[in-house]
């Protein structure tokens, strides 16, 4: 059965609402419009937005899918899950306890150490991958990533050291990179999408 | 690069996912390479040429 006659869901959409919320919050909590604890839970809520649209990828997706990309997709769900938990509770405890000396060491490996299970997973993925073209796609995306962080970083920077903006915790380099792999990869699909014939 | 992949592709009256199937990638990969989006590595190109029992250079050219 090819495309033309799969009624296709929507991931982008799903895709779109899970970054737009993610860069609601961050003006929000920029503009420090609401407080750490609230901009917490929103971030933890949007999250849950990414779980139909990983059900939609994977319907869309269908046959197409390797077993890598299965893997892929399931070991980042989780690593997510996990990195906004340990978040959480980095979060609740620093805002409770004056956290130092190992205790802290200890606390900010919380939402770390699943950081490091994603780059993991990523990595696994670029080597289990045998569909050159899938894996060619995720290292556009990966880049794109990158690309957003270092740019975003850069700027927001100077613009720190200039005295033009507050200062920004540097654990907003996952989320900003998280932006910048989906959007590489909405607009590779976008591409795909406009030159497919059937 | 330019490719043939499409026009043989229909001569046998396939479609992307047969194609697919039978290179053993995505239906996106063959999408991608039949539309100019992506070159293929010389092993895939191999195994399309032997695919269609034809040389590279006949299904693939460069543009100019």
């Known amino acids: 059965m090819n495309a033309a006659t799969t009624p296709r869901s929507k991931p982008g959409l799903w895709l779109g609402l899970f970054f737009a919320a993610i860069a609601v919050i961050a003006v929000l909590k920029t503009t420090a419009a609401i407080n750490p604890g609230t901009a917490y839970m929103l971030l933890a809520g949007s999250f849950c937005l990414l779980v139909p649209f990983v059900r939609a990828t994977r319907r869309n997706r269908g046959a197409c899918s390797s077993p890598a990309a299965a893997r892929y997709t399931k070991g980042i769900a989780i690593s997510s899950a996990l990195y906004v938990a340990g978040l959480g509770i980095a979060v609740y405890l620093d805002n409770r306890m004056e956290l130092e000396g190992t205790a802290g060491f200890l606390v900010a490996l919380l939402p770390v150490l699943p950081i490091f299970g994603m780059i993991w997973v990523m990595a696994r993925y670029l080597m289990e991958e045998t569909d050159e073209y899938l894996r060619h796609l995720a290292m556009i995306g990966a880049l794109c990533g990158l690309g957003l962080v270092l740019g975003v970083g850069s700027f927001w920077g100077f613009l720190e050291t200039f005295g033009m903006v507050p200062h920004v915790p540097g654990w907003w380099a996952v989320p900003i990179w998280a932006v910048g792999m989906g959007l590489g990869r909405a607009f590779m699909s976008m591409r795909d999408r406009a030159g497919a014939d059937e | ?64």
């Open chain 2, 1 to 64: 690069m330019k490719n043939r992949l499409k026009v043989l592709r229909a001569e046998r009256d396939w479609s992307q996912q047969h194609l697919a199937d039978e290179l053993g990638v995505s239906r996106q990969s063959v999408n991608a390479i039949e539309t100019g989006k992506y070159d293929p590595s010389l092993p895939l190109a191999f195994r399309i040429a032997a695919l269609f029992d034809m040389r590279i250079e006949e299904i693939f050219t460069p543009d100019d």
